[in-house]
Every structure is written in C-alpha cells, then in structure tokens.
C-alpha cells in the first residue's frame, strides 16, 4: 500500500499544481508528454491485460500496483491538449470537437477509477469485468481521436 499512497500523493499534488504543469514549453513539449503518459498508462493497463487474459499468473498485488498508476496517469495528459498543441497521434477532431473528446476523456477516466477499484478489492471476476469496460473506453476515444 506504500507505493499507492506515494502515487495517490502524487496525484492530488499534479491536480493542485495544474497551472504550472498547463505551460508547455512549446506545442512538441505538450505532444511528447501527453504521448508519454498514454505509453505509460498503457504498459500497465497491458500488464493488468495480461493477466486478465490468463497470459500472466494474478498477482493480486501487482495488479492492485498497476491499476494504481493508470489511474493517477489518466488524469495527467488532458492539459496538454490545450489550443495550439495540435499533431503527434492526435486527430484534428480533438479541438474542432472538444466537447465530445472531453466527454469521452470523463468517461476514461471514470472507467480506470472503477478498474482501480475492483483491482484494490482483489476480487479477480470484478477485476476482469472492469477491465472490459475500461478497454471500450480506451477503444472508443482511439477510434475518434487518435491517428491510425
């Protein structure tokens, strides 16, 4: 539980800290960080992936470690598609569709919240349930505004 509170720590300084994580040295600097998270978020959720596919043995505390830090990295990328901060694998629809992208962002992250949920319980049919419902998630915000 030590790493989950250091992450959860972490989380709620970057929310408070927003303003001065929203400046980007340039557009590039804000594409290669939000592109590092997504890659971050998605080596874990491939690891709780994994084991929900019976590729990996279920370590209750591993998956509970990784579902940890989807979490608190899905509330990182956001301000990092603020105007002026178009390219690297992001459609255009992201900014002439904001409201849709940020909707579907919401429903992300409130997906991860309940995936995080499930994996702390470690109940492992809840865990598989949620990562279901995480994976269309993540899929459905792909399929609208990230480059093939």
């Known amino acids: 539980m030590k790493l989950q509170n250091i992450i959860l720590s972490t989380a709620a300084l970057l929310a408070t800290s927003g303003t001065a994580f929203a400046q980007f040295q340039n557009a590039e ?14 080596n ?22 990784n579902a940890a830090i989807v979490a608190m990295m899905s509330t990182l990328p956001w301000q990092a598609f603020g105007p002026g901060t178009e390219g690297g694998k992001a ?5 002439s569709d904001n409201a849709k992208f940020k909707s579907a962002s919401e429903k992300m992250q409130l997906a ?7 994996a702390q319980s470690g109940d492992l049919e809840n865990i598989k349930k949620t990562f279901g419902a995480t994976g269309q998630a993540c899929k459905a915000c792909h399929d609208d505004f ?3």
């Open 29 to 42: 600097k804000a594409v290669e960080y939000r592109e590092s998270v997504f890659t971050v978020m998605g």
């Open 146 to 148: 990230r480059k093939k």
């Open 112 to 118: 991860v919240a309940e995936l995080n949920k499930a």
């Open 91 to 95: 459609k255009p629809d992201v900014w």
């Open 44 to 65: 874990h959720f491939g690891r709780i992936g994994a084991v929900v596919k019976g590729e990996a043995p279920y370590n209750k505390d591993d998956v509970a470690k």
